[in-house]
């Protein structure tokens, strides 16, 4: 998530201050004090430059050279002007003369640890990573005052998934919520120019899918599974009573009605649900040119689910929610602008959706909106939620 929404969504100058002491402290015994101050009032010579556009915080005595693959992806759009402003952009803004005109801000570490010198720093929806150029590795830690859910769920189902396409775990430790993994480097699905490289990196991608799949599948009733779902919403609602405002839950409530009853006309068939990736999207399918090695990352919403979970993540984009009602009432749709065989992904699955099917998908995907509710901040505030929510509202009012 781009630090520019996570201003937004949330006091994360707090939690980021709170999150990075607590790990000099772990890390290096540092007993200090984090600034997040405005570049005007900067008084130290190290200190930490923060670009909100570029999404990066690193030191100002770094060698420009590893951020070469964070300004690789910046630098790209279909649009050639956008594609030209924005490789000037990010030429200007980490070059030496002109960053403090370019950065937002920047962090002051009091005492300077002269081991971050080679560091660089992403935030994220639920953690922090903090690429160690030295060692080559990266590590990923909680944010001060979340869930550990998320972070958890993905130690849990990478530390057992061994596949070329997921990143190696050096190290971790669940009671400490964080993990240590090896540092990769390419561009996102999204990013990449060759259809030829799009059409591995995404054949890679399925092929560790597919093994997931093949080792995790079950057969249950509809019915059954339908029971599980509902009794998961029924616990959301209760975890999450701080949360609630009457007309959320109001939405909540009548969306799920909805949807159960959508999903019970299709009877009491069998269905198949195996371990899903969670967030099967292209900006989560990595690819580098250099090494010709594809890499699937972000396994956080990782869970049992429906098998064609991540089909319907993918091919209706519903990571993106704006516009997914007009998605949704096209069955069987395919990511149109992704430039690959449809066929090959529907057939992966060997799933015909119907409307009913459709609806259990959105019914998961629903319930994985919902345990975003576990960020600390005003659920008002979560725009992400409230388009998604509207989306499904305006489709069910045709359904």
Same mark, same amino acid.
């Given at each position: 998530?781009?630090l ?21 402290l ?11 101050i405005?570049?005007s009032?900067?008084t ?7 670009n ?7 030191p100002?005595?770094l ?6 693959p ?13 594609h ?14 002109f960053e ?25 929806n639920?953690s922090?990573?903090i ?5 080559? =590795? ?6 001060k +005052?979340?869930? &550990?859910?998320?972070?958890d769920?993905?130690? @849990?189902? /990478? !530390?057992k ?8 775990l ?6 400490k =919520?964080?993990?240590?993994?090896e540092k990769? +480097?390419?561009? &996102?699905?999204n990013?990449?120019?060759s259809? @030829?490289? /799009? !059409?591995l990196?995404?054949?890679d ?12 599948r079950?057969?249950?009733?509809l ?19 701080d ?18 009853s ?5 009877g ?9 990736h ?11 040119k250099?090494?010709?090695?594809t890499y699937l990352?972000d396994?956080?919403y ?8 991540d089909?319907?993540v ?20 395919y ?5 690959t ?10 799933t015909n959706?119907?409307?009913?099917m ?10 994985v909106?919902?345990e975003?509710l576990?960020?600390?901040?005003d ?5 992400g ?7 499904v ?5 045709y359904?």
């Amino acid at each position: 998530m781009k630090l520019q929404t996570l201003l937004l969504r949330e006091d994360f100058i707090k939690i980021f201050k709170k999150t990075f002491e607590e790990y000099l402290l772990n890390n290096f015994g540092w007993e200090g004090e984090v600034n997040w101050i405005p570049k005007s009032e900067r008084t130290k010579r190290n200190f930490f430059w923060l670009n909100q556009r570029l999404n990066l915080i690193y030191p100002n005595n770094l060698n420009r050279y590893f951020l070469d693959p964070f300004k690789k992806e910046f630098v790209y759009h279909k649009n050639p002007i956008r594609h030209l402003l924005q490789n000037l952009y990010v030429k200007l803004a980490t070059y030496f003369t002109f960053e403090s005109f370019f950065s937002t801000a920047v962090i002051e570490i009091e005492p300077w640890v002269k081991e971050i010198e080679n560091f660089c720093i992403i935030p994220g929806n639920h953690s922090i990573r903090i690429i160690n150029f030295r060692t080559n =590795s990266c590590d990923v830690i909680l944010k001060k +005052g979340f869930n &550990p859910k998320f972070i958890d769920n993905e130690i @849990k189902i /990478r !530390s057992k998934i061994i596949h070329p396409s997921v990143p190696k775990l050096i190290d971790y430790d669940i009671k400490k =919520s964080y993990f240590t993994e090896e540092k990769i +480097g390419g561009l &996102p699905l999204n990013r990449l120019g060759s259809q @030829k490289q /799009r !059409s591995l990196a995404f054949g890679d991608s399925l092929d560790c899918l597919s093994k997931l799949y093949s080792k995790t599948r079950n057969t249950v009733d509809l019915q059954e599974w339908l029971f599980v779902l509902i009794d998961k919403l029924s616990s959301l609602e209760s975890d999450l009573c701080d949360h609630k405002s009457g007309e959320l839950w109001s939405d909540i409530s009548n969306i799920s009605s909805k949807l159960k009853s959508i999903i019970e006309k299709n009877g009491n068939v069998e269905i198949t649900t195996t371990i899903t990736h969670g967030d099967f999207q292209p900006a989560n399918i990595i690819y580098n040119k250099r090494s010709a090695k594809t890499y699937l990352i972000d396994w956080e919403y990782s869970g049992r689910r429906y098998e064609p979970y991540d089909y319907y993540v993918f091919c209706y984009q519903t990571r993106f929610p704006r516009g997914l009602a007009k998605r949704l009432k096209k069955i069987n749709i395919y990511f149109e602008n992704f430039n690959t065989s449809s066929l090959s992904f529907r057939n992966f699955i060997d799933t015909n959706l119907n409307k009913s099917m459709l609806a259990l998908l959105l019914f998961e995907d629903f319930l994985v909106r919902l345990e975003e509710l576990y960020v600390p901040t005003d659920a008002d505030k979560n725009l992400g939620l409230m388009i998604f929510i509207n989306e499904v509202k305006h489709y069910l009012t045709y359904e």
